[in-house]
């Protein structure tokens, strides 16, 4: 062989290397590349969704503190027309028609309130609410029982007012109060 077809045998060896060489490096750089994007498109998703988890959990706990603050200021408005009305059945007299009527203002308007709670729970706060308008419902009860009494001069009035006295709606306030301080302070 001569040195000139060797010198050209050797470059087109060379030329067939480089090309070689160019295609093999830009397939790697190709696959790195989508290797590198999808990474990093895995990434971005993850992120996403642990960002949307974050809000929902935040808007979540906002709906319930404003809801917790709802019934708790319906609670003290309650609290405020029973000690009315039992004034008014101490000394032998009926409630008066306001303070029936917003006492039956009141019942309406913890009861959506409630049904938040009971929608956005959690399970412990669920059942402190439920515990809560129990007792609400059935100090009212005894309430109008107690006025019917009056109103009729019964001869259990007495009854009538020691169970109303005796009814607990504090312990089932304090728990709710106690369990949606924990459920607002929790991350989670």
């Known amino acids: 062989m001569d040195a000139g077809v060797a010198g050209v045998v050797a470059g087109v ?13 830009g397939l790697a750089a190709v696959r790195g590349a989508r290797i590198g994007a999808e990474k990093t498109s895995a990434a971005l998703l993850k992120q996403t969704q642990d960002q949307a988890e974050i809000e929902h959990r935040h808007w979540a706990r906002e709906h319930r503190r404003q809801a917790c603050s709802q019934l708790m200021e319906h609670y003290a408005g309650m609290l405020q027309v029973l000690a009315g009305a039992q004034e008014a059945l101490w000394r032998e007299e009926t409630p008066t028609a306001e303070q029936r009527q917003t006492m039956e203002s009141l019942l309406v308007a913890m009861a959506p309130v409630s049904r938040q709670l009971d929608l956005w729970g959690p399970p412990e706060l669920q059942d402190a609410v439920g ?9 009212t009860y005894l309430l109008r029982e107690w006025a019917h009494a009056v109103e009729t001069s019964a001869a259990d009035m007495a009854t009538h007012r020691n169970r109303y006295l005796h009814f607990d709606t504090e312990s089932a306030y304090n728990a709710f109060v106690a369990t949606a301080g924990e459920v607002l302070r929790s991350p989670a």
């Open 13 to 25: 060896a060379g030329m067939v290397g480089a090309l070689g060489g160019a295609v093999v490096g």
């Open 131 to 139: 515990e809560l308008m129990a007792r609400i419902r059935g100090i």
